[in-house]
């Protein structure tokens, strides 16, 4: 079977960073697996449904720009970023020690600790907040609802920075139903915005959120 990495859209997506692509798609699919940050069932769909689905997100974010990916886990999407823009500086947030320790080896494995640092904490510890906050971009994926993913994000970001969030098929519903809250967290209203369609088999749904004002500050 052909590798999925040597696929026509994974080389035009990475480049000449798709070696980086496939030792960070092995690693997911070896380790990975046996650490239970990636379910087994996962491994046909590893590329269209993770590493692919992430690397479109890229194009949402400016050259040289910071971002932190907030509840990392097994480096979707930040890893993947980091893969495909070298020009991103990347800061992995993740809690648990177990995630923390495989997302440090896979850095090193793919020689990217001049890019990617990887932090452990909680996104509204107040340590994460003075080791990566006042940036422009914050990452997550499948993390929590959007309204508390708002309540940790936002304060990381500084005024007119953005929340790219990446959602599932509820992604309209949960905008709505957390409208209010966005609002009195300080967030614009949120847009939705799907990344590589007509490209990828599987798109990103992404929710965009800005910070409009100081966190908790009603406008």
Do not use: Y
Not at 99 to 105: D, G, M, W
């Amino acid at each position: 079977m052909t590798d999925p990495g040597l696929s026509p859209v994974a080389r035009r997506l990475f480049g000449d960073r798709l070696p980086l692509a496939v030792r960070l798609a092995d690693q997911l699919a070896t380790a990975g697996i046996t650490r239970g940050l990636i379910g087994p069932r996962e491994l046909a769909r590893l590329w269209d449904r993770h590493l692919l689905n992430c690397a479109v997100v890229a194009d949402l974010v400016p050259d040289g720009a910071r971002v932190v990916d907030v509840g990392s886990g097994a480096g979707l999407p930040g890893l993947v970023l980091a893969c495909r823009r070298p020009d991103l500086r990347v800061d992995l947030v993740e809690p648990l020690q177990r995630r923390v320790t495989f997302l440090a080896e896979t850095v090193d494995l793919l020689g990217l600790d001049d890019q990617v640092r990887v932090v452990r904490g909680r996104a509204e510890d107040a340590d994460v907040l003075s080791k990566v906050g006042g940036g422009r971009w914050v990452t997550a994926r499948a993390v929590a609802p959007l309204g508390q993913l708002v309540r940790w994000c936002l304060p990381l970001l500084a005024e007119g920075g953005t929340l790219l969030a990446m959602k599932g098929a509820r992604a309209a519903d949960e905008v709505e139903d957390s409208r209010t809250e966005v609002r009195a967290l300080g967030g614009e209203n949120a847009e939705i915005v799907r990344c590589g369609e007509g490209l990828v088999h599987a798109p990103a749904t992404v929710v965009v959120i800005r910070r409009r004002a100081l966190f908790g500050r009603h406008a």
